[in-house]
Nanobody
Framework: VQLVESGGGWVQAGGSLTLSCEASGFTFSSYHMSWYRQAPEKGRELVAAMGSLDGLTNYADSVLGRFTISRDNAKNTVTLQMNSLKPEDTAVYYC???????????WGQGTQVTVSS
């Protein structure tokens, strides 16, 4: 099983970044896909999630209206489009795959996003 994130980097406040997560080794379409983030000295928090079948999405209040999660089950990828970035969005962003029926839970290695003011 692998989840490989890409697209992180440095951006000025107000800018945009697109994170991608490429999955392999499991049945991608059966898993809820999410993005989490962890800022220095803070706990990991859910940023955005997308259901496996219904495609329903859920966002943290702090990113609602600025971030958009999407998935492509044919390509086994999940994307996080981040607009109007703020310094408080600075964190390591992690891709997560979770299947409720078996409680299988997979994580990527993380990608750093730094937003300067």
């Amino acid at each position: 099983v692998q989840l490989v994130e890409s697209g992180g980097g440095w951006v000025q406040a107000g800018g945009s970044l697109t994170l991608s997560c490429e999955a392999s080794g499991f049945t991608f379409s059966s898993y809820h896909m999410s993005w989490y983030r962890q800022a220095p000295e803070k706990g990991r928090e859910l940023v955005a999630a997308m259901g496996s079948l219904d495609g329903l999405t859920n966002y943290a209040d702090s990113v609602l209206g600025r971030f958009t999660i999407s998935r492509d089950n044919a390509k086994n990828t999940v994307t996080l489009q981040m607009n109007s970035l703020k310094p408080e969005d600075t964190a390591v962003y992690y891709c997560n795959a979770y299947r409720p029926t078996t409680r299988d839970d997979y994580w990527g290695q993380g990608t750093q996003v730094t937003v300067s003011s």
